[in-house]
């Protein structure tokens, strides 16, 4: 083959590889991980903060039904003090009814009492640490947000270069024949993008195998019309 294709064929290459280095950088930035790992403890939070949540609202729920039974009973006792006090019942025996509902009232309210104090306890421990997963959220959210920023950044410088590279591969693909140019996009995808190499040394730089003594001969004296390729890996031998 001659020698200008090959050396197109080679510009080729650095330029695929270079693209290669580019796009699995892209793919692999290392906040993509970070960003996996800080969507992984949200959802963790999430599904703490779902089951705390649920079990705080059931005490919640216990005291404001035990608020409103002790509401109903201060404002019977009211009521029942004040009929008492305002001189419209005399009857004696009425009185005494009166004064012995409200002392069995008193007790149910402070029963009542006793118990909105025990749901506030029960209670508390679930909201303060509700309160802490919260502030773990938006501190995750936080480092999510600055992490997607960081992403998109890296996104743009990378697909400037991807943009330039792509222009000069294009401009460098140009020498380089069909025929030759699919058997290198042939063994480039076989071969981990390496689909042309250099022989240094006597040796392929594909594989880093030497080549033998007849494989070298025969590079030295091939036709302009026949593609070396390297007897170990098969890549295209740029001499
Ligand atoms: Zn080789």
Known sequence: MAGAALEALMTLQDHDTTLDQLRHRRDHLPEREQLAEAERQLADIDRTGAALGAQRDVVAQRQSEVEAQLAA????????????????????????????????????????????LEAMAEREP????????????????????????????????????????????????????????????RLRQRLGGVGAARVEHGRCMGCHLDLSATEIDRLKHQGDDVVATCEQCGRILVP
């Open 126 to 185: 679930f909201d303060s640490e509700l309160e802490a997963l919260a502030a773990q959220r938006a501190e995750l959210d936080a480092r999510a947000e600055t992490l997607l920023a960081a992403i998109a950044e890296a996104e743009v410088a990378i697909d400037a270069e991807i943009e330039a590279e792509m222009a000069a591969r294009s401009s460098s693909s140009a020498p380089v024949p069909e025929a030759l140019m699919a058997q290198y996009e």
């Open 73 to 116: 009973t201060e404002g019977r006792i009211a009521e029942l003090d004040k009929r008492m006090y305002s001189g419209t019942v005399t009857a004696s025996k009425d009185l005494q009814a009166m004064a012995e509902e409200v002392t069995h009232l008193k007790g149910r309210q402070s029963t009542l009492e006793d118990g909105v």
